[in-house]
Antibody, heavy 118, light 107 residues
Framework: EVQLVQSGAEVKKPGGSLRISCKGS????????ITWVRQMPGKGLEWMGR???????TTYSPSFQGVTISADKSISTAYLQWSSLKASDTAMYYC????????????WGQGTLVTVSS | DIQMTQSPSTLSASVKDRVTITCRAS??????LAWYQQKPGKAPKLLIY???NLESGVPSRFSGSGSGTEFTLTISSLQPDDFGTYYC?????????FGQGTKVEIK
């Protein structure tokens, strides 16, 4: 069974750093890209960026140049990282599996809620 | 950047109604469009890929059409379980862009 299991909810202070994770199982991790999507409270979905775990090639939306997406294929895990959080980073973050260029994201993680508050 | 505009923002319909949601791209995107359904507190679920292909396991009352700049998602006979917010997504090898969503309510 294909699964993407994300790390648990986080509460952080502004200016702090954070890395959340997304572990894939039930499929060959390096044969699929991982996408990250943001959903701010009560708002729509926003595409942040994606990584190809086979070679760590990464692309970002211009709106999300301040985050870092990475992956460790040895443990089938992708990451989304911030070095200096802002209150506006408060949101649910989803990872999703993408079969490749010609197909959209098919399996999704359960989401990680990030709350940034002083 | 390509912009995706969905309409309507919300719609209320009765069970067995035919429902249509439109997504327009700011420039031609060929058929690189997907449709997702999201229910409150849940991750999105893929319904349609490459504009008109039904994802495995998705009921046949869902269908997609269009190419270029105009696309539609149709629910042929609305069911109680079809409530939620529907999003279109333009995807290519470098990026993705979601529409702003259409909230579907059952009357």
């Amino acid at each position: 069974e294909v699964q993407l299991v994300q790390s648990g909810a986080e509460v952080k202070k502004p200016g702090g750093s954070l890395r959340i994770s997304c572990k894939g199982s039930g499929y060959s991790f390096t044969k699929y890209w991982i996408t990250w999507v943001r959903q701010m409270p009560g708002k729509g979905l926003e595409w942040m960026g994606r990584i190809d775990p086979s070679d760590s090639y990464t692309t970002y939306s211009p709106s999300f140049q301040g985050v870092t997406i990475s992956a460790d294929k040895s443990i089938s895990t992708a990451y989304l990282q911030w070095s200096s959080l802002k209150a506006s980073d408060t949101a649910m973050y989803y990872c999703a599996r993408r079969p490749g260029i010609a197909a959209p994201d098919d399996y999704w993680g359960q989401g990680t809620l990030v709350t940034v508050s002083s | 950047d390509i912009q995706m505009t969905q309409s309507p923002s919300t719609l209320s319909a009765s069970v067995k109604d035919r429902v249509t949601i439109t997504c327009r791209a700011s420039q031609s995107i060929s058929s690189w469009l997907a449709w997702y359904q999201q229910k409150p507190g849940k991750a999105p679920k893929l319904l349609i890929y490459k504009a008109s292909n039904l994802e495995s396991g998705v009921p046949s009352r869902f269908s997609g059409s269009g190419s270029g700049t105009e696309f539609t998602l149709t629910i042929s006979s609305l069911q109680p379980d079809d409530f939620g917010t529907y999003y279109c997504l333009h995807y290519n090898s470098y990026s993705g862009t979601f529409g702003q969503g259409t909230k579907v309510e059952i009357k």
